[in-house]
């Protein structure tokens, strides 16, 4: 009863004053207008431009918004101790960057209001569950768990999709994908229990779907189709990552995996 109550408090407020700080800056891109800047590096035989929007600045203004918030929370949470807490900053300012990115694409004003409304439940959600996974002992840490788990795939899908839609040159989209897929992974495989940073395999999923998404970036996929074209292989890598540290033998791990990335690249076909 006593963890209950300690639960509910930032439940009912540090949750939802940390959730009305982030909405009020994504609100902030509706309000001010400001002209469009543009990066440029000229160097002998190179030359770099890239518009630098009043939205670009804002999403990250709110993903650093966001870790500090979340760290506040974390260190409230009466099981939390001395220990790091970095693991569970990484979904939350992720979260927020992938919502700013679709909030700051050019769409009506009601789609741009029902996004608003599907960020708050989603980054809602993010932080409820990483406040209650501090606690592996607490009696709805599988229900966090999985939540987790399934808003990251989530989380990837909305910010490949939303990349995707904003037109991202390759030289960023690259090293987006990689620093996102892999920290999605490290994310999830550091909930399966064994209390370890597989960075290997991190590593090695963020350069695989950073490749898969340079490979597509020519190809006529709607948004939708490139999102899921790199989730499929981001969940079948990290579902065999965790067979394998389960010791599954290696055939019977690879073949829920390779399921996984037949179902996605098939549906990607069937949305055309």
């Not at 870790?67 to 900053?89: C, Q, V, Y």
């Not at 960075?199 to 695989?208: A, C, K």
């Amino acid at each position: 009863m006593q963890e209950n109550r300690a639960v509910s408090s930032p439940l009912a407020s540090r949750v939802g004053m940390l959730t009305a700080s982030v909405l009020i800056v994504f609100a902030l891109t509706r309000v001010v207008q400001s002209p469009r800047l543009t990066l440029i590096v000229s160097l002998p035989g190179f030359y770099f431009a890239y518009p630098l929007t009043l939205g670009a600045v804002i999403t990250l203004f709110a993903a650093a918004l966001t870790a500090s918030g979340m760290d506040w929370l974390t260190r409230e949470h009466p099981a939390f101790g001395e220990k790091p807490n970095i693991e569970h900053l990484m979904l939350p300012t992720l979260t927020t960057f992938a919502a700013g990115t679709l909030l700051s694409l050019p769409q009506e004003q009601t789609a741009w209001w029902v996004g608003l409304g599907f960020s708050a439940a989603l980054l809602t959600g993010v932080f409820i569950a990483e406040y209650i996974a501090i606690h592996p002992s607490a009696p709805s840490y599988v229900f966090a768990r999985a939540g987790l788990n399934a808003l990251s795939f989530i989380l990837f899908l909305i910010l490949a999709a939303a990349l995707r839609s904003s037109g991202a040159r390759l030289f960023l989209l690259t090293p987006l994908l990689f620093l996102t897929a892999g920290l999605i992974s490290l994310r999830i495989l550091r909930l399966d229990g064994a209390d370890r940073w597989d960075f290997p395999w991190s590593i090695g999923i963020g350069l695989v779907c950073a490749q898969i998404g340079a490979g597509l970036h020519y190809w006529q996929l709607n948004p939708i189709q490139y999102g899921l074209a790199l989730t499929a292989p981001l969940y079948a890598l990290t579902m065999l990552s965790t067979s394998l540290a389960e010791n599954v033998p290696p055939r019977r791990a690879l073949i829920a995996p390779a399921l996984a990335v037949g179902l996605g690249w098939m549906a990607v076909i069937f949305l055309r």
